[in-house]
């Protein structure tokens, strides 16, 4: 499978805990972007990377997010102090840039459920 | 501020003819895109419209009007499988996507 995939798939952890998501991106491609889904909504950008560099994040997101790109290929997203306002599903996409065009492909989507 | 609308649940019958519409105000355009989400699954490309007109894939077609700020997402033969939650999102003039928050369509037999 040469798709977008992250692991884990689901995850359930307890107010306070810190969590980590993984994003293996599709091999060929130069941006990985991270966006929070909630029941009945679109996905709500995050933040996003080209290759290695970090090039924008929301302003809605919190200090206690966090996310990697350490070699610009895949990506972590951690979550510090855990708070039940951030269960929601967790998506990565990722994109090859080449000139105006880019078309994001996403991965399976990690859901997160705080007790 | 940027906005996009779908309606939020439309129904339609096996066999027949669906068209989704989506609206939008955004700081600049560079390109409309529908995606297609199943119940708990990540969303899918459909398609990608950036010239007024019609882009034809299959059972699929999807218009755009960049002049009316409209697009919509037409589905012919419907099929069961075509339940699912359709999403527009709009490309800013920072290159980012705005995302509608989808519209769900529910296919009777």
């Known amino acids: 499978d040469t798709g977008v995939s992250q692991d884990p798939r689901h995850k359930i952890t307890k107010r306070g805990q810190n969590v980590t998501f993984r994003c293996d991106p599709i091999s060929e491609h130069n941006r990985l972007y991270w966006y929070r889904q909630t029941l009945g909504q679109g996905p709500e950008f995050l933040t996003y990377f080209q290759n290695e560099a970090q090039l924008e994040k929301s302003r809605l997101l919190s200090d206690r997010f966090s996310a990697e790109r350490p070699k610009g290929s895949f990506s972590t997203l951690e979550i510090q102090r855990t708070e039940q306002g951030d269960s929601a599903m967790y998506l990565c996409a990722s994109s090859l840039v080449s000139g105006d065009q880019e078309t994001q492909y996403f991965g399976p989507g990690t859901r997160l459920l705080v007790l | 501020g940027q906005n996009i609308d779908q309606p939020t649940e439309m129904t339609a019958t096996e066999g027949a003819i669906v068209q989704i519409n989506c609206t939008y105000q955004?700081?600049?355009?560079?390109?409309l895109f529908w995606y297609q989400q199943h119940a708990g699954e990540a969303p899918t490309f459909l398609s990608y419209?950036?010239l007024d007109g019609l882009e034809e894939k299959g059972r699929f077609s999807s218009f755009l009007s960049r002049s009316k700020g409209y697009s919509y997402l037409l589905l012919k033969e419907l099929q069961m499988k075509d339940s699912a939650s359709y999403l527009c999102a709009v490309r800013d003039s920072n290159y980012q996507l705005i995302w509608g928050a989808g519209t769900k369509l529910i296919i009777k037999p």
């Open positions: 419209n950036v």
């Open positions: 955004t700081s600049g355009f560079n390109g």
